[in-house]
């Protein structure tokens, strides 16, 4: 069965500060993808990175980068340069391709950036 | 080009009503994906459509059922409403089936709130 486990439901950091936002996953299926979302008050889930099980480099986009550790079936997401607008709820997720599109869901860490 | 779109963004119904929810993909996705996500937690997946067909569905009962129309947009229904239905109810559009375009977007929601 997949399961993705976000360990931190909360964390504080300090505007402009780098944040890293811990992911674990396991699956026994080769081919998968991870992602992450953001999620403000608002409900929209704001989609953020995505990293392949082949692709060989870490995902960057932006202020957001994908720490893709493969062997520890790890996906942290480092944010670069936080800004009071980052704070928000953060989710992993991963889902098994060449099935349906279902993503499986952590339940989410609470970033809070201080002024 | 316009994200996800939903609606209603807001709706309350009583229990034993009915309610459906809408949802129109990005131009040019043909899957359409629908989650719930209760107060505290990730979504859970409910059904996955592609070309007007159901390709994958969540563990929810008989009272949700969901169509998609030629032009890709999507309808979801519950029956027979409970207290517990209340929740986001979130859909997703990926461009394709299988390994082309891995990318998930979701909308901003539907806010259902069973009194």
């Known amino acids: 069965a997949q399961k993705i486990t976000q360990t931190q439901p909360g964390m504080f950091v300090q505007e402009k500060e780098a944040v890293t936002l811990d992911c674990t996953y396991d699956t026994s299926d080769p081919s998968y993808g991870l992602f992450w979302y953001k999620q403000p008050s608002s409900g929209e889930m704001i989609f953020l990175i995505y990293?392949?099980?082949?692709?060989?480099q870490n995902a960057t986009e932006g202020r957001y980068s994908l720490n893709f550790q493969k062997a520890r079936k790890s996906a942290n997401l480092v944010i670069s340069a936080s800004q009071l607008g980052d704070s928000a709820m953060y989710f992993c997720a991963m889902r098994v391709m060449n099935r349906d599109d279902k993503i499986i869901f952590g339940k989410g860490t609470r970033l809070h950036i201080l002024p | 080009d316009a994200g996800v779109t939903q609606s209603p963004t807001h709706l309350i119904k009583t229990r034993g009503q009915h309610v459906t929810l809408r949802c129109s993909p990005i131009s040019g996705h043909k899957s359409v994906s629908w989650y719930q996500q209760v107060l505290g937690q990730g979504p859970q997946f409910i059904f996955q459509y592609y070309e007007k067909e159901e390709r994958g569905r969540g563990n929810f009962p008989d009272r949700f059922s969901a169509r998609q129309f030629p032009n890709y947009s999507s309808e979801l229904n519950v029956n027979a409403l409970l207290l517990g239905d209340s929740a986001l109810y979130l859909c997703a559009s990926r461009r394709g089936q299988g390994a082309s375009g891995n990318t998930i977007y979701f909308g901003e929601g539907s806010w259902l709130t069973v009194v």
């Open positions: 990293q392949g099980s082949y692709d060989q």
